[in-house]
């Protein structure tokens, strides 16, 4: 995929992928485990939407992590402009290359940021920086319905070939060495609101900018097949919140 559009693509959205304030409410109020003041790993932080959702909701310091400079600025002057930036750290780094000390974090957040790396690497990565006891919260997409339409599995096969149903997310969850504390189903709302709503947008005035761009344009349309596949079948698939202990 060309790179240069995907990231002109995505940048200035609200967020990097489905998700709202009362869904990291939800799942950060059934980490009941967590010291008063938590050090948070937020991996695949994106311009920071849930990071300032976190920082909302506990008394913490959050490190954030991502490797695409544009959007650690995003954060970083929102950060600034909401007088928080002494509680949180930015970072560029590969998630799947982390340098952070062994049992250090007590929680790590990964909203729509584990598929990059695939779901059970990122599992078995991320796991050694939890303290015992630790958390990781992270969003997965996920398979609903056992018998979707053909382009549906077809789209998915081709974008992200490691998408499994819930069942078998657990069973790759309990053999990296964690302990389920909960899970439950995005809304949505979650997808529409700060994510596919401005991101259609956003495509409209981008397919009329590149309309003879042979290499560009395809880029925009497999976004906007994307958006239409959803909003016809979403009942067969969903980002799900996959809360876990160690």
Excluded at 40 to 57: K, N, R, V, W
Excluded at 79 to 87: L, M, P, S
Excluded at 151 to 178: C, H, V
Excluded at 189 to 210: F, H, M, R, V
């Amino acid at each position: 995929m060309n790179t240069e559009i995907f990231f002109e693509i995505h940048q200035g959205l609200p967020r990097e992928g489905p998700g709202n304030f009362e869904s990291t409410q939800r799942a950060y109020s059934s980490l009941t485990d967590l010291p008063e003041q938590p050090l948070i790993l937020d991996l695949g932080c994106g311009p920071g939407m849930q990071t300032f959702h976190l920082l909302e909701l506990s008394n913490g310091q959050i490190i954030a992590v991502d490797n695409h400079q544009p959007f650690l600025e995003q954060l970083q002057e929102e950060a600034v402009k909401k007088g928080v930036q002494n509680r949180i750290q930015i970072v560029n780094a590969d998630m799947s290359a982390l340098e952070f000390e062994r049992n250090s974090f007590d929680l790590i957040w990964a909203e729509g940021s584990a598929y990059s790396i695939g779901f059970e690497n990122a599992l078995r990565c991320w796991k050694p920086l939890l303290k015992d006891k630790g958390y990781l919260a992270v969003t997965e997409i996920s398979w609903m319905n056992s018998n979707p339409p053909e382009e549906l599995k077809q789209f998915w096969a081709e974008e992200y070939p490691q998408m499994r149903d819930i069942q078998s997310n657990f069973t790759i969850i309990e053999r990296a060495g964690y302990r389920p504390v909960g899970y439950f189903v995005l809304p949505e709302s979650a997808w529409w609101e700060d994510y596919y709503t401005p991101l259609e947008q956003k495509l409209i005035g981008l397919s009329q900018k590149y309309q003879d761009d042979a290499e560009k344009l395809p880029v925009i349309e497999l976004h906007q097949l994307e958006i239409d596949l959803y909003r016809q079948y979403s009942a067969y698939y969903g980002y799900v919140f996959y809360l876990l202990q160690v």
